[in-house]
């Protein structure tokens, strides 16, 4: 079963800073398998990037994500007060799907 | 404009069975291009996939959930469902019912707002 790590664990930025948040498999993923979700408090996770690095629908440009394998960013260019929230990511290529524990990018 | 919406009960006993329902406006679970599953989230354990159902019935489950997990599509009422047998107090969650993007069972696109499910005597 993949095994998902996230880094840090908090992150404190100010607005307008860019932050990078790591994911890393604990075997290289299929396909580039991986996703990343964003969740605010009292909210379901909403879908920022698939397949590494596609954007869902209707997600601003200022999200990007990269990587390959077994090792992954997420970059969220100048944060605005709305992107202070909990990112998960997630492989979904192999049963059972695992999620990452989440990385909080808080003020 | 899709939406999702789960109910059912936000109180069950230990050994019994969890139920949930799930209400789909927008669009139809018939859609040959999705399936439907379930999510739910734990402080302890976070997130984790519990299961998804085409709407020929087809069902992919979490293997470590299989043996009390069952999820079941309802097209007349445009409804999917989720019980899961034999509770514990490791089944306290905040349960979400979602769209898949596509065919990639265990991705998902669109979810409801989520319920808290309690398991307590």
């Known amino acids: 079963e993949i095994v998902l790590t996230q880094s840090p664990g908090t992150l404190s930025l100010s607005p307008g800073e860019r932050a990078t948040l790591s994911c890393r498999a604990s075997?290289?993923?299929?396909?580039?398998?991986l996703a990343w979700y964003q969740q605010k408090p009292g909210q379901a996770p909403r879908l920022l990037i698939y397949?590494?690095?596609i954007r869902a629908t209707g997600i601003p440009d200022k999200f990007s994500g990269s990587g390959s394998g077994a090792d992954f960013t997420l970059t969220i260019r100048s944060l605005e007060p709305e992107d202070f929230a909990v990112y998960y990511c997630?492989?979904?290529?192999?049963?059972?799907?695992?999620f990452g524990p989440g990385t909080k990018v808080d003020i | 404009q899709l939406q999702l919406q789960e109910s059912g009960p936000g109180l069950v006993k230990p050994s019994e069975t969890l139920s949930l329902t799930c209400t789909v406006s927008?669009?139809?679970?018939?859609?040959?291009?999705?399936?439907w599953g379930w999510i739910r989230q734990t402080p302890g354990e976070g997130l984790e996939w519990i299961g998804s159902?085409?709407?020929?019935?087809?069902?992919y489950y979490n293997p470590s959930l299989k043996s009390r997990v069952t999820i079941s599509v309802d097209t007349s009422k445009n409804q999917f469902s989720l019980t899961l047998n034999s509770v514990t107090a490791a089944d306290t969650a905040f349960y979400y019912c979602?769209?898949?993007?596509?065919?990639?069972?265990?991705?998902?696109?669109?979810w409801g707002q989520g319920t808290l499910v309690t398991v307590s005597s």
């Open positions: 159902v085409y709407y020929s019935g087809t069902t």
């Open positions: 397949g590494a690095s």
């Open positions: 979602a769209r898949t993007r596509g065919f990639d069972i265990m991705l998902f696109d669109s």
């Open positions: 927008g669009l139809s679970v018939n859609n040959i291009n999705y399936y």
């Open positions: 075997q290289s993923l299929s396909s580039n398998f």
């Open positions: 997630q492989q979904y290529g192999d049963s059972p799907g695992a």
